[in-house]
């Protein structure tokens, strides 16, 4: 009888791949091995998640690292203060619900093409957007320049959401400078390798270790790793739900183990594994689950590293300036609610945008 309970419970943690487990100050502890090879993970490649590949899903405090001693995430409940985070989703969520393309990949295409075929049979609109500084310039942003003949270097720039809603921007940062806060606390290491580099940038949110943010509402991600942020720092993630759903549970399938982040929590991970979220079932079709992920944009740091808080300010007045030569005599329009500005500016911001791959 002992024996075969002894192998039932071999069988389980064998079939979970957990190497190790134990309790550490009251947070769970555990070292897993790889279900699916390098070379399976390639077939599974922007591929949405599926059930079957989740062993185990995380709800308490809890750290997970590799059979190899890498730390794959950090996860903890309730840090977040209320008041922010409400603070933050009402100055968000109407612009976080605007709908793009740029993440075609992620969203569950085959293909980057934007041909006139993909456009029409294979695009996936989502509302994914991004906040912060950004570095690179869409074929928009690129013509206007060659028009006024203007030279932008280098070539990086404000988001269309911080031009447009200035003050709703600044009423986002008590949660991102929280953020940063649990960031220092939980991966120390990695945080200050990150916040090294972000000191030497004016173009970053605050006085954090963060360039950018992307904003995700109710948004199905394909099995994918990320690029663009900083390799030597950690990615996260938070959530602010309204409404009732289930799923959406942040997954690791090369390890079978997925988090499920709610509303208070902060999940920090290696997104450099490969990861994707499960299906979001809405229970009320008003729920919103709204994603936050904030970063370092590796590239405007090394474009940016060493210039004055003065060379930042006139490069963004002479973005902001551009546009208001772009059609100033449209009528306005007040999508983001709160302020208005001119209507051609967001349109084209908006074009801009569209097409970005981060």
Same mark, same amino acid.
């Given at each position: 009888m002992i024996y075969h309970c002894y192998f039932i419970i071999y069988l389980y943690f064998n079939t979970l791949m957990i190497v190790k487990h134990e309790k550490k100050g009251g947070i769970d502890v555990y070292y897993v091995k790889k279900n699916i090879s390098d070379a399976g993970m390639e077939k599974h490649k922007h591929q949405?998640?599926?059930?079957?590949?989740?062993?185990?899903?995380?709800?308490? %405090?809890?750290?997970?690292? @590799?059979?190899? /001693? =890498?730390? *794959?995430?950090?996860?903890?409940?309730?840090?977040?203060?209320?008041?922010?985070?409400?603070?933050?989703?009402?100055?968000?969520? %109407?612009?976080?619900?605007? @709908?793009?393309? /740029? =993440?075609? *990949?992620?969203?569950g295409l085959k293909t980057k093409s934007r041909s006139k075929k993909a456009k029409t049979d294979k695009d996936i609109a989502a509302m994914t957007n991004i906040v912060g500084y950004f570095d690179s310039l869409g074929p928009s942003q690129k013509m206007l320049l060659k028009k006024h003949g203007v030279k932008l270097n280098p070539a990086v720039r404000e988001t269309r959401f911080n031009m447009l809603y200035p003050e709703k921007f600044k009423k986002l940062i008590p949660l991102i400078r929280e953020i940063d806060t649990y960031y220092e606390k939980i991966v120390p290491d990695h945080y200050k390798r990150q916040h090294r580099k972000a000191k030497q940038t004016y173009f970053k949110i605050a006085d954090t270790a963060f360039t950018t943010v992307t904003t995700n509402v109710n948004y199905k991600t394909t099995i994918h790793t990320d690029r663009g942020d900083d390799a030597e720092g950690f990615g996260n993630l938070v959530v602010i739900e309204r409404g009732k759903y289930t799923g959406g549970e942040t997954c690791f399938p090369q390890y079978g183990v997925g988090v499920n982040v709610r509303t208070g929590d902060v999940l920090f991970m290696d997104v450099h594994e490969w990861h994707g979220n499960l299906p979001i079932h809405l229970e009320n079709k008003d729920a919103v689950r709204l994603s936050i992920v904030c970063y370092l944009r590796h590239r405007l740091w090394q474009k940016t590293r060493g210039k004055t808080k003065k060379f930042m300010k006139k490069h963004i007045a002479t973005y902001r300036r551009l546009h208001e030569l772009n059609n100033a005599n449209k009528p306005s329009s007040n999508k983001g609610g709160g302020e208005s500005k001119d209507h051609s500016v967001g349109e084209f911001l908006l074009g801009a945008e569209k097409g970005m791959l981060y």
């Amino acid at each position: 009888m002992i024996y075969h309970c002894y192998f039932i419970i071999y069988l389980y943690f064998n079939t979970l791949m957990i190497v190790k487990h134990e309790k550490k100050g009251g947070i769970d502890v555990y070292y897993v091995k790889k279900n699916i090879s390098d070379a399976g993970m390639e077939k599974h490649k922007h591929q949405f998640v599926t059930p079957s590949l989740i062993d185990i899903i995380i709800n308490d %405090d809890t750290d997970v690292y @590799t059979d190899d /001693n =890498r730390l *794959l995430l950090k996860f903890r409940k309730g840090k977040l203060s209320k008041e922010k985070i409400d603070t933050f989703y009402e100055n968000m969520i %109407d612009f976080a619900r605007t @709908t793009s393309t /740029n =993440r075609r *990949l992620t969203s569950g295409l085959k293909t980057k093409s934007r041909s006139k075929k993909a456009k029409t049979d294979k695009d996936i609109a989502a509302m994914t957007n991004i906040v912060g500084y950004f570095d690179s310039l869409g074929p928009s942003q690129k013509m206007l320049l060659k028009k006024h003949g203007v030279k932008l270097n280098p070539a990086v720039r404000e988001t269309r959401f911080n031009m447009l809603y200035p003050e709703k921007f600044k009423k986002l940062i008590p949660l991102i400078r929280e953020i940063d806060t649990y960031y220092e606390k939980i991966v120390p290491d990695h945080y200050k390798r990150q916040h090294r580099k972000a000191k030497q940038t004016y173009f970053k949110i605050a006085d954090t270790a963060f360039t950018t943010v992307t904003t995700n509402v109710n948004y199905k991600t394909t099995i994918h790793t990320d690029r663009g942020d900083d390799a030597e720092g950690f990615g996260n993630l938070v959530v602010i739900e309204r409404g009732k759903y289930t799923g959406g549970e942040t997954c690791f399938p090369q390890y079978g183990v997925g988090v499920n982040v709610r509303t208070g929590d902060v999940l920090f991970m290696d997104v450099h594994e490969w990861h994707g979220n499960l299906p979001i079932h809405l229970e009320n079709k008003d729920a919103v689950r709204l994603s936050i992920v904030c970063y370092l944009r590796h590239r405007l740091w090394q474009k940016t590293r060493g210039k004055t808080k003065k060379f930042m300010k006139k490069h963004i007045a002479t973005y902001r300036r551009l546009h208001e030569l772009n059609n100033a005599n449209k009528p306005s329009s007040n999508k983001g609610g709160g302020e208005s500005k001119d209507h051609s500016v967001g349109e084209f911001l908006l074009g801009a945008e569209k097409g970005m791959l981060y």
